[in-house]
């Protein structure tokens, strides 16, 4: 019985051990995550922005922004620790990009939507762009 104590402690401290050293990272690890994750974040913008024409659908579209809607979280908690202000504008101007798309109706032809979605995404990227030059990406 004393030897299954000392075993299950045994991993449980390993676990403990583990857990800490991947919740640790140095700040040149932070800078490398955060621009690993706006270069993913720049390409789903690309690929939104390559979706917009006058024959997509808007399952299609949105389809792409689930993409950049992931990519950006992802941007989002990298970045977290290393821009604050920068990642402020970011979150605004994905905000607004984010509530374009969902406002987008089902009936909507996709022409009538096309430039608004486009400058969204634009902005977007400025803002990335913005960010990533600031961690010197």
Do not use: H, W
């Not at 932070?30 to 913008?45: G, I, P, R």
């Not at 009538?112 to 486009?118: A, F, I, R, T, Y």
Request: with cysteine; hydrophobic share 35%.
């Amino acid at each position: 019985m004393s030897k299954k104590k000392t075993l299950i402690g045994g991993l449980c401290s390993i676990a403990a051990v583990a857990t800490l050293l991947v919740g640790c990272s140095s700040p040149e690890e932070n800078v490398t995550e955060a621009c690993d994750a706006s270069k993913a974040y720049a390409t789903s913008l690309e690929t939104f922005q390559s979706t917009l024409n006058k024959e997509s659908t808007i399952g299609e579209i949105r389809s792409a922004y689930d993409d950049v809607q992931s990519a950006y979280k992802t941007y989002a908690e990298a970045t977290a620790d290393v821009s604050k202000d920068r990642l402020e504008d970011l979150n605004s101007k994905q905000d607004s990009f984010d509530k374009a798309v969902k406002d987008l109706p089902e009936d909507a032809t996709v022409s009538q939507s096309v430039d608004s979605l486009k400058d969204d995404a634009k902005a977007v990227e400025s803002a990335r762009a913005d960010l990533a030059s600031e961690l010197k990406c």
